[in-house]
T-cell receptor, first 113, second 117 residues
Framework: GESVGLHLPTLSVQEGDNSIINCAYS??????FIWYKQESGKGPQFIID?????DKRQGQRVTVLLNKTVKHLSLQIAATQPGDSAVYFC????????????FGAGTRLAVHP | GAVVSQHPSRVICKSGTSVKIECRSL??????MFWYRQFPKKSLMLMATSNEGSKATYEQGVEKDKFLINHASLTLSTLTVTSAHPEDSSFYICSAADSLSGANVLTFGAGSRLTVL
């Protein structure tokens, strides 16, 4: 079946550097994408979303880029902080609608001082 | 902002018993809630869609009689793991979206960790 996947399972960065987390999706019909942050033992926390009619969206210290041509999604975190350490998941809306999400495998971000 | 509460956050039970997990939307109404399961160091897998006032919709491979879902009100969905076995041990997470806001932003609960001995 179609699924969302990630290129890198683990990413280690120095505090203050920029982080880029990548995600490849396979369902060309998906039109809504979300990035979630999950800390250990907690539920996913919404970071930023983007619809397929856009290729870039910015939030506070975060930017999501969408390349529909190659079905690629990325999350950029500026000036990464220790509090950013977590697992990051990309998700896409499933065939059941916007709220029926399909999650990618996840990338662990480790921020070192 | 929207808050989704799950209870209990942790539960340990003996094999063969049933465990109920509650998912509540605290400050909004949710006609639909979603239940996910997450194994250690793995992603979230959608189990079922909980529909207020009607039957839940289960994903392929999820046993309906094993994982009973009840959505009796606009703010509460429950997941009951019946006759639990060690392989049912997992992190169960629910999510909900405000039915009235139209924002389509899901809020997730903090999860419930089930350990079956």
């Amino acid at each position: 079946g179609e699924s969302v996947g990630l290129h890198l399972p683990t990413l280690s960065v120095q505090e203050g550097d920029n982080s880029i987390i990548n995600c490849a999706y396979s369902n060309s019909a998906s039109d809504y994408f979300i990035w979630y942050k999950q800390e250990s033992g907690k539920g996913p926390q919404f970071i930023i979303d983007i619809r397929s009619n856009m290729d870039k969206r910015q939030g506070q210290r975060v930017t999501v880029l969408l390349n529909k041509t190659v079905k690629h999604l990325s999350l950029q975190i500026a000036a990464t902080q220790p509090g950013d350490s977590a697992v990051y998941f990309c998700a896409e809306n499933g065939p059941g609608g916007y709220n029926k999400l399909i999650f990618g495998a996840g990338t662990r971000l480790a921020v070192h001082p | 902002g929207a808050v989704v509460s799950q209870h209990p956050s942790r539960v340990i039970c003996k094999s063969g018993t049933s465990v109920k997990i509650e998912c509540r939307s605290l400050d909004f109404q949710a006609t639909t809630m979603f239940w996910y399961r997450q194994f250690p160091k793995k992603s979230l897998m959608l189990m079922a869609t909980s529909n207020e006032g009607s039957k839940a919709t289960y994903e392929q491979g999820v046993e309906k009689d094993k994982f009973l879902i009840n959505h009796a009100s606009l703010t509460l969905s429950t997941l009951t793991v019946t006759s639990a076995h060690p392989e049912d041990s997992s992190f169960y997470i629910c999510s909900a979206a405000d039915s009235l806001s139209g924002a389509n932003v899901l809020t997730f609960g903090a999860g419930s960790r089930l350990t079956v001995l």
